[in-house]
């Protein structure tokens, strides 16, 4: 069972989509082509077998993936990300960034393919068509629906 917070914010609200154990992991295996139950099993080494199947489904219910049936007999189904999965990518590479300046260990680094040096997240306005600092950033309530 989930644990819920009630808080009015985006990073809570997030957490309670995406911020059990494993999940992350789960929709990241699946954007790297591991897209089946055994696949997923075979990738994540120590997830036991009933937490996987519960996180697929509650993947599906929060609409970040979707699951089709590849096989009848038994039945076997392939994971696909929604729209709203694949928009998770920038979070992850988020992660790896942040892991990258600041564990003891790091094992990934985001490059860019054309000239194979690192790559740092930058923040941009389309509307002033600028580039913008970290300071520069205030977080406003939305306007309610």
Not at 65 to 84: D, E, K
Not at 134 to 145: F, L, Q, T
Request: proline share 5%; charged share 20%.
């Amino acid at each position: 069972m989930k644990n819920h917070y009630h808080l009015p914010c985006n990073i809570a609200q997030t957490l309670n989509i995406i911020g059990d154990k494993w999940t992350l992991l789960i929709l990241r295996q699946i954007t790297l082509g591991h897209t089946t139950y055994k696949a997923l099993q075979e990738n994540l080494e120590g997830i036991p077998s009933n937490l996987l199947a519960s996180r697929l489904r509650s993947l599906e219910n929060d609409q970040l993936i979707i699951s089709a049936l590849y096989q009848t007999h038994p039945p076997r189904y392939h994971y696909m990300l929604t729209q709203s999965g694949i928009d998770l990518g920038d979070v992850f590479n988020s992660i790896i960034l942040w892991g990258a300046k600041n564990l003891d260990k790091c094992y990934k680094e985001l490059i860019h393919t054309a000239c194979d040096h690192k790559i740092e997240l930058h923040y941009y306005c389309p509307y002033c068509n600028t580039v913008i600092d970290r300071e520069d950033i205030s977080v406003k309530r939305a306007p309610s629906p």
